[in-house]
């Protein structure tokens, strides 16, 4: 069955950075769009960075332009985030998620496929 473990989560000071990493397994990984969500408490979950299929394009939220990175290793069927100047808004539950589509999706319903979330605490 189709599995995406994410890894890397933490906590961090304001300014800080980390990085998080989504290893996949159980799908034709360089066929699937990539994303991370994230939800804080009493928030709905929402779209954080996207990369297609073939990492050749990303696509990030407003909150995350400019300070967050994402790529991915096709070869090792994992994704990552670099996240850069961490702010304590971005304290959240960071979430994995696969798409059998051939564009960036924001949705979460666009998502056939999570992984269990990591914990992001950015400390003020």
């Known amino acids: 069955q189709v599995q995406l473990v994410e890894s890397g989560g933490g906590l961090v000071q304001a300014g800080g950075s980390l990085r998080l990493s989504c290893a996949a397994s159980?799908?034709?990984?360089?066929?699937?769009?990539m994303a991370w969500f994230r939800q804080a408490p009493g928030k709905e979950r929402e779209f954080v960075a996207g990369i297609l299929w073939s990492g050749g394009s990303t696509g990030y939220a407003d909150s995350a332009k400019g300070r967050f990175t994402m790529s991915r290793d096709n070869a090792k069927s994992t994704v990552y985030l670099q996240m850069n100047s961490l702010k304590p808004e971005d304290t959240a539950v960071y979430y994995c998620?696969?798409?059998?589509?051939?564009?960036?999706?924001?949705?979460?319903?666009?998502?056939?496929?999570w992984g269990q979330g990591t914990q992001v605490t950015v400390s003020s």
């Open positions: 159980g799908l034709t990984f360089s066929m699937y769009t």
């Open positions: 998620a696969g798409s059998y589509r051939s564009r960036i999706e924001t949705l979460r319903l666009r998502y056939a496929y």
